[in-house]
């Protein structure tokens, strides 16, 4: 099975800059797209970023010029660089991966990371 652990989840101030990492382990030949989700409480969980293979990436206007996700293939990591965060942007926050393992291939998500960003 894919374990996926999460570090850099934290408190900031509004305005201010966190990143996260989130590293890969396990049985992989191969991982397709790497990507981050979010939730807050009594919402359902929200896709904003995304990287495939290639390093194309998407994402929601939300986020979009103020969240950078990248990954590296070598170490089987995606990580998040947040710049000007906002209060909005408290949730917890969750990588999850789409990789080829020696069990077939499947999403595995990470345990997820608190984020809180204060005004």
């Known amino acids: 099975q894919v374990q996926l652990v999460e570090s850099g989840g934290g408190s900031v101030q509004a305005g201010g800059s966190l990143g996260l990492s989130c590293a890969a382990s396990?049985?992989?030949?191969?991982?397709?797209?790497m990507a981050w989700y979010r939730r807050a409480p009594g919402k359902q969980r929200e896709l904003f970023a995304k990287?495939?293979?290639?390093?194309?990436?998407n994402y929601t206007d939300s986020v979009k010029d103020r969240f950078a996700i990248s990954r590296d293939n070598a170490k089987n990591t995606v990580n998040l660089q947040m710049n000007r965060l906002k209060p909005d942007d408290t949730d917890v926050y969750y990588c999850?991966?789409?990789?080829?393992?020696?069990?077939?291939?499947?999403?595995?998500w990470g345990q997820g990371t608190q984020v809180t960003v204060s005004s």
């Open positions: 990287i495939d293979r290639g390093g194309h990436t």
């Open positions: 999850v991966v789409d990789a080829h393992t020696g069990l077939g291939r499947f999403v595995s």
């Open positions: 396990g049985r992989i030949y191969n991982i397709y797209d």
